[in-house]
């Protein structure tokens, strides 16, 4: 088995994992930052650009290093390779350049974004984001739209991962909505009006790394930490039937999938749990969850780091002004 | 005047047709690779130091030797007829004034790599050209040329012309073979390579028009002489479009080597810039690579005369050098802006991006935007330094190497010229931009 | 997708189609897309409604959407009617230097439009398009399958002209090319 070494610590992996698979198996700080790869979904990643790390050495046998920086979710290790995420400036600079190119067009409207409190961009962008938008022109725009009754697509806030594409490819019987237009004006539609109705495509709603796809059954009901996870399960024809389900009081605002600590759900769930099981007396609850994967999914957290980099930018502004 | 390989005969009545071009020694190459193992002819490929001329001048005969040979599974030649850089239109010209050089060179190419089934993938503007070949192509059937037991030898091929529909980025290797698919032109992420997996899972060699082409004349003349035409490891002839402010804009063939000075000046090449005027800076291989100002395309930083090879225009790294790349040169005058060329160029790559990976779609887009901003009067000094900062941050980063070529011009642009843009920042000579702006209906940035 | 009944296309048309599949092998029918959908273009005024794409994804047995994802990638296919005669200026650095935005400026004049709109005639629609390998002949405009090269505003008047006067519908695969 091929040894391969991620700032610093070693580790044998089977043959064929990606750099990235070997760096969760490590765990910590060295993990790169994902937003297009999801590991239940195949050829998925090598999109966003968020996990480059640099190669300082390819391999025992060939150990010169790779010329540019990779996408550690699609290179695979080789033996003796030696990997630099956190300990390369560098990369660190790049993953700073490739957050900014993935916020250029996106709106700044997570006060009234339904997905804040779990937007992996969010985290993304307070972890290893400029602190200034550097930015001067209009972003681009795009009408919301329903697809389905259940599904509302948010364009705008599309980073362009093509998860969602790839759930309808892999999982769902047909695949109605793709990407459409090219470049800059790609945008993920059905381009006729038509509903991506199945009994997987509630899965669309997990996988969405940002609030462009969302649930229309939970919308603007509350914000998600004011809401209370649950873990609970059913005996259900179609899938596992284990989900979370998402609590205000006495009511359930919805259900979804179980995340694990790098945001991928355990097992993809069947529509009829995600949108039609709204009543606890529907499920087994088997306790509360414990939500470790987002670091500013409390309320509390999330206003902390706000008001850190506003200090932040405050001092560097008056900073500024003492120079000059 | 420099050995003409490819351009051969023009002048000849009918040498667009099969007639026309077997009259004047067509085919005979074909005649000779039929004899030889396909191996031999891969070898005579790489003896002769072929570098792909689609612009990454990659070693031929090295590539072909990469293609797997699993049991039972078909390999494919695909020949990359896209030709969409800017500054680049030799592969048009070959295509259209002699179409049986690439059909020849096709057979014979497919014949080495064991391939029985082959693709010209030419893009979809080119739909005259389209027509030609496809002309040329029922002819070579006719002839016997194409199809079963070709000329006795047992080797059977098919080949077929493929249209694109308009997209540079279709010209990007794995993106052409997706394209083949007929699906949209997404780069694929490598590995796997075309040479494992390629054209519907099956390895496949990815060709540009004048590298198959040349495999003609080398057969025709042995490796080994080719390989004594050109200097060091640029070898043989080469294709240049070259355009801009010169007095014979067209296609040149070159014997890799001529001085730059006597391409520009000489009246067998570009006969001079324009209407007397002086020499501003030149793109020497396709919008893609480093300008350079006069001095530096003329003359390396070492003050060595600069050639026409690989290797001398790459001289001096990015920092004082460039790329022969597709051989498209592109000559500006003494009254050209730089920024304004430039803008041009980004909004080509703007508009060319597939828009898979980040730092291409929104990076692309961005600088086009504060380039928009600059040459509509409304600069500021840090807008130099962003775009500076923006290319960096695109530059190595992507999926494919469009998200460099992209970089590149607005590097070296800021690099060899910055005083221009701080220029236009500085509203000098804003009377005339306006109209550029109005170009394509541009909305203020 | 159920195909609307009023779209088909010519016996010829559909004849070239099968000899198209024809050049991919068994069940590789999907690459024969673009060259069809080319046809389609010619076929049906110009452009690419929802139902001649649902029309195509039906000859080749793929999901619609896989014809539209196609479909708006390609700039050569237009997602709405165009004039009769689609002038595609080259706008890029070569063309530029040898005057294309006097080229693009002086047609928008002649036809009181601008780059991205069709006169109200419906006979002229204007785009400005990137390199299209002429460069040594720069200015150049294409118009169906025809490159006009080394233009001048009097050349560029004559070919407007003969187009108003012949009044037929130009597109890249010309429609008399679409004989099997
Ligand atoms: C964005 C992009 C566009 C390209 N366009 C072309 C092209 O139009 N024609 C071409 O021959 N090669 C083009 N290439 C290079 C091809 O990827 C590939 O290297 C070439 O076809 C290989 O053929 P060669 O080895 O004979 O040069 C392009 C590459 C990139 C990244
Ligand atoms: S670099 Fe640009 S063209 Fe290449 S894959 Fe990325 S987005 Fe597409
Ligand atoms: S997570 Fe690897 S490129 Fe997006
Ligand atoms: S720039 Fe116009 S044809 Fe090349």
Redesign the interface.
Known sequence: MPKVTIDGHTIEVPEGTTILEAARKIGGDIVPPTMCYYSKLKTSGGYCRTCLVKVSKGSEKDPRPMPKPVASCRQTVMDGMEVQNITSPEILDARAGVVEFLLINHPLDCPVCDQAGECNLQDLSYEHGHEVSRLDFRKRTFPMIDIGDKIKLHMNRCIMCYRCVKVAEQLCPERVHGVLNRGWDSEISTYIEQAVDNEWSGNMIDVCPVGALTDKTFRFKSRVWFTKPVDAHRNCPTCSGKVVLWYQGEEVLRVTGRKDQWGEVDEFICNECRFDKKKTSDWVIEGPRHIDRHSVISQNHYEELKKLKQDLSRQKKLGEKAHN | MSRKLLLDNLDKPGIQSLTGYSDNGGYEALRKALQMKPEEIVSEVQKSGLRGRGGAGFPTGMKWSFIAKPEGV?RYLVCNAD???????K??YLMEHKPHILIEGMIISSFALGAN?SYIYI??????VF?ILQKAIDEAYAAGYLGKNILGSGFNL?L?V???????ICGEETALIE???????NPR?KPPFPAVKGL?GCPTVVNNVETIAAVVPIIKITGEEYAKIGIGKSTGTKLI?????INK???YEIELGVPVEEFIYSDAYCGGIKNGKQLKAV?AGG?SVPVLPAHLILKTAAGEPRLMTYESLADGGFATGTMLGSG?F?V?DED?SVV??LW??A??Y??????????C??????MY?ILN?ILNGKGEMKDID?LWN?Q??IE????CPLGDAAAWPVASSIRHFRSEFEAYINNHGMKDVK??Y????LQE? | MSANKNIQFSDDALALVQKIINRYPEGKQKSALLPILHIAQAEFDGWLSPEVMDYVASLLKIQSIEVYEVATFYSMFNMKPVGKCLIEVCRTGPCWLMGAEDVVRYIEKKLGIKAGETTADGMFTLKTVECLASCGTAPMMQIGETYHENLTLEKVDAILNDHKNQGNRRTHWEKDKVKP
């Open positions: 078909p030709e969409s850089e800017p500054g680049t239109f592969d048009r089934t893009r979809g503007e080119m739909m005259y027509h098919d077929h493929h249209c694109g529909a308009g997209a540079y394209s083949l698919e007929g699906k949209r032109g992420i519907w479009s070259a355009s801009g402010h804009p067209g296609v793109v919008s498209g592109i500006m050209t304004k060329n041009t160029f909004h080509f703007h508009h060319e991006s597939c828009g898979q990976c980040s730092p779609r929104e990076g692309t887009g961005w935007r901003k962003l923006i960096g941050n190595g980063k992507t999926i109209h550029y109005r170009l394509n209906n940035a």
